[in-house]
């Protein structure tokens, strides 16, 4: 009889399954990455080779002798330009007319437009160096269509970033000579860097690639051991190391993806309505719980009591913001003590906070006002910028209702109405609207 895999071993099998398939993607990718390399080179010299066994001396013998006869002819510019243009080698390639005084190259007239000025100003530089002087010097008419005339190698010469192979005649026109040139990338630096990228990529990238994803699964491997160590001592002795509300016993990974939501769920929540600064409810909490309270059948009525802090602006500009921050958490402390478990106290917005009481009557509602300002003056939390009192004062309006015609924004609009009265009577005070 084949023995019960545990959550444990169940996970473990999962987890090195995984490590094994990372260690094949990575094998795959290094390999990959190793074959476009060897093909990227092999393209590169490839191209590189085509490229210098283009027939420069084919075309130089074509272009010497079109040219030269179209100069010795005195054919007009633009026919010359187009034998020049007509026979020129490769994309980068170009031909042209030297003129040569005093052992020095004076003029060149170019077939290849798009050559830039710097470029051109650097090949007059290579052209009246020493080297390539004593080669115009030497230079002759090759036979046509023959190699014949080239006893030996093509030179070559590097102008901005690109490497040329050229060959120089002499027409039969007196300091007049022809340049044939074929271009191409500086071979060298493009392999350098091709094979510099890969093996950087190769050597940093995917070692990393392998340890970030081992250590994300080793992380999932521990909250998974953990969670199935939590769950086997909720089932052996109901004891779990962290406090859970309620706890469904799932024995399928499905129930405990289920319980994880449910919790997080609730923490959410719970934490959606309570204010971040003064810890107790906030505004959200309070709409709600007055829409539950007007379909609850079993309360006979409401009291709700809005409360302001007197001139809280100014407390602001003179003691600062966060000084503010903790006389509102002393504020809603105390009124919470005040008001008791019995009623809610939540904070409405800035220096506004409401208290909601269930079936209070209206002289039960005047009594908790009347200590609710008593209360906050007896902190006696120094206010010196205020023009009522030198400490922290508060202005008080009480609204109740009874389920039969309540509503929680005409309740607490009756209240706001009785916070203004209060305002106007010179504040540090309540007034209760007295409308049932």
């Known amino acids: 009889m084949k023995k019960k895999m545990t959550i444990k071993e169940k996970v473990e099998v999962k987890i090195n399954k995984c490590n094994s398939f990372v260690d094949l993607i990575a094998y795959m990718v290094i390999t990959v990455i190793c074959c476009l390399g060897v093909i990227t080179l092999i393209s590169a010299v490839t191209q590189i080779v085509i490229e210098s066994r283009?027939?420069?001396?084919?075309?130089?013998?074509?272009?010497?002798?079109?040219?030269?006869?179209?100069?010795?002819?005195?054919?007009?510019?633009?026919?010359?330009?187009?034998?020049?243009?007509?026979?020129?080698?490769?994309?980068?390639?170009?031909?042209?007319?030297?003129?040569?005084?005093?052992?020095?190259?004076?003029q060149i007239t170019l077939s290849n437009e798009k050559m830039e000025t710097d470029n051109q100003a650097e090949l007059m530089q290579k052209l009246n160096t020493p080297k390539v002087l004593e080669k115009i010097k030497k230079s002759e008419m090759p036979f046509l269509f023959t190699k014949s005339g080239f006893k030996d190698v093509a030179p070559y010469m590097i102008v901005g970033n690109?490497?040329?192979?050229?060959?120089?005649?002499?027409?039969?026109i007196e300091g007049i000579y022809i340049l044939s040139a074929s271009g191409q990338d500086e071979y060298i630096f493009k392999i350098i860097r091709i094979l510099s990228n890969a093996m950087i990529f190769t050597i940093i990238a995917v070692p990393i690639f392998i340890y970030i994803t081992r250590r994300w699964l080793a992380i999932i491997k521990e909250q998974l051991i953990d969670l199935e160590i939590r769950i086997r001592n909720l089932e052996t002795t109901g004891i779990t190391t962290q406090?859970?509300?309620?706890?469904?016993?799932?024995?399928?990974?499905?129930?405990?993806?289920a319980e994880a939501i449910t919790s997080l769920t609730k923490t959410l929540d719970e934490k959606a309505n309570i204010d971040q600064l003064t810890g107790i409810k906030n505004k959200r909490f309070l709409n709600n719980y007055l829409l539950k309270l007007e379909k609850d059948k079993k309360i006979d009525s409401i009291g709700v009591?809005?409360?302001?802090?007197?001139?809280?602006?100014?407390?602001?500009?003179?003691?600062?913001?966060?000084?503010?921050?903790?006389?509102?958490?002393?504020?809603?402390?105390?009124?919470?003590?005040?008001?008791?478990?019995?009623?809610?106290?939540?904070?409405?917005?800035?220096?506004?906070?409401?208290?909601?009481?269930?079936?209070?009557?209206?002289?039960?509602?005047?009594?908790?006002?009347?200590?609710?300002?008593?209360?906050?003056?007896?902190?006696?939390?120094?206010?010196?910028?205020?023009?009522?009192?030198?400490?922290?004062?508060?202005?008080?309006?009480?609204a109740i209702s009874t389920t039969s015609n309540f509503s929680g924004i005409a309740v607490v609009e009756k209240a706001d109405k009785a916070v203004y009265k209060a305002k106007e009577n010179g504040r540090n005070q309540y007034i209760i609207d007295k409308k049932i």
Request: proline content about 2%; some cysteine.
């Open 243 to 257: 406090p859970l509300t309620k706890v469904v016993h799932s024995r399928n990974e499905i129930g405990k993806i």
């Open 54 to 106: 283009t027939c420069l001396d084919e075309k130089f013998n074509m272009v010497t002798y079109t040219v030269g006869l179209d100069l010795k002819n005195k054919q007009k510019e633009d026919v010359v330009d187009y034998h020049m243009k007509n026979f020129e080698i490769g994309k980068k390639g170009f031909n042209a007319i030297l003129r040569v005084e005093n052992d020095r190259v004076k």
């Open 305 to 398: 009591i809005l409360i302001d802090i007197d001139h809280f602006k100014y407390y602001n500009d003179t003691y600062g913001h966060l000084q503010g921050d903790v006389v509102l958490r002393r504020v809603a402390k105390e009124l919470e003590k005040i008001a008791g478990k019995k009623n809610i106290v939540t904070r409405f917005g800035g220096e506004e906070f409401v208290i909601v009481s269930r079936n209070i009557t209206l002289k039960e509602l005047e009594k908790l006002c009347s200590k609710l300002v008593e209360g906050i003056r007896t902190l006696n939390l120094e206010h010196k910028s205020s023009p009522v009192k030198p400490y922290i004062t508060i202005s008080v309006g009480g």
């Open 162 to 172: 690109t490497l040329y192979k050229y060959r120089i005649s002499r027409t039969s």
